[in-house]
């Protein structure tokens, strides 16, 4: 068996490629606002039956440059920004809160689409996250108290104990307070592109840029 070779491969990887004709972006097909461009993909992703097309890829960096990456779920859209909520003592939030920039792309492989939103990031306000916290299943709001989220635990027993303590904790109050450590972030975009797949792999990237307060369009190639 040759160096790094697994014994066994039920994968052809080389040989997995999808051919992407199912549309085309040009200029012209652009909406007015990167964010109406980017809700409109939503909503055909939403439309095409794709599994949580509000999932997105979201990449942070460390104050030395060391990247990271996780899924996290677009809460909020519109021209400000694309929001999303989470712990702020995660390793995501410790990284925003060094290094105030993140990207972000929804993969929407159905539609042989990405979007990628890269910007600066800012909390939003704490009424923003109230709102939202409000319209969370109690479950979810318990666990978000619960969990210490990105910090090792001893175990899954651990996790339970402390869901279990929350639900004690809070068995007499009907509603759950937003914990101290949970919150949104905004991504305020600074560049916004929009690929869709072609044929031959000469692809469409349409991308609006931030130059000053004017946003420019202009086409990467493939
Ligand atoms: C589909 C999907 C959606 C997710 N949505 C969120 C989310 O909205 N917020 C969040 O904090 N974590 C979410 N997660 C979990 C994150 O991917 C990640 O594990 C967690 O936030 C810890 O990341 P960190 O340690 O890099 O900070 C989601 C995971 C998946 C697979």
Redesign the pocket.
Known sequence: MADGELTSVAIDLPAMRVSYEQGALYESDLATTWAQQLQRWLDDARRAGVA?PN?MVLATANPDGVP?S????AKGLDERGVV????YT????HDLMSTRYASATFPWYDLHRQATVRGTVEKVSPDETAKYWASRPRGSQLGAWASP??SVVPGRQALDSALANIQRRFADTDVVPVPPHWGGWRIRPELVEFWQGRADRMHDRLRFKLIGDTWQIERVAP
């Not at 999303?84 to 712990?87: E, I, L, Y």
Request: aromatic content about 12%; proline content about 0%.
């Open positions: 949580e999932a990271s996780r899924t996290v779920l999303f909520f989470t712990n995660s390793t995501k939030s989220q990105s």
